[in-house]
């Protein structure tokens, strides 16, 4: 579970720097973002369990 959640931060990451690299995606930096931050949270949570 954590390698999964591991994995999708990375992507996450990779995601809104291609977003900020591209100029006319800046949407897709934001929204890399926003699942960055969600899936931090999620880990956390389910880390305290």
Known sequence: ???LIVALLV???IVAC???AIKGL???F???I???VV???FGAFTANR
């Open 34 to 36: 926003i699942l960055f």
């Open 18 to 20: 291609i977003g900020i």
């Open 39 to 41: 899936t931090t949270a």
């Open 1 to 3: 579970m954590v390698g």
């Open 30 to 32: 934001v929204v890399g």
């Open 11 to 13: 992507i996450w990451l």
């Open 26 to 28: 800046l949407w897709l």
